[in-house]
């Protein structure tokens, strides 16, 4: 049989389980969000003036083209690469760039694109240029 003190001693334990496990799940989201920030240079939810991709940075550079002006100064495809930033709100990602099974058949593989385009809308791409050269 439980009495009264044996009942409360119950409900403060559960609720100091209850406020660690709070105080937990706040280190780690404030930790993923300091992690996110270092990589991806914009905190969640934020498009930042950089772009992180192929294991390298890119840096936002001039005014926003159209798909025709992208396509006219590349000499490679322009490819859907993936998504940025990883988290919402996610943008499409494009790069000139041959595609991986001829890229990777060289050794060394060939490097990442100097440029990459962000389109934010349907026909408007920010461009980002490489930071720190091939």
Known sequence: MMTA?????????ARRGIKILAIALAVAAGAIAIWYRAVFHAWPGQQGSR???CGRDYEYFGPPETWAQITAQERLPVRR????PPLFPQYELFAARIPDK?????????VCAVLVYLRVSPNKYRVYSLEGGP
């Open 5 to 13: 003190v044996s009942a409360t001693t119950a409900i403060s334990g």
């Open 51 to 53: 772009v992180h991709w």
């Open 81 to 84: 690469v993936g998504g940025y």
């Open 102 to 110: 001829q890229r990777f058949a060289v050794s060394p593989p060939t």
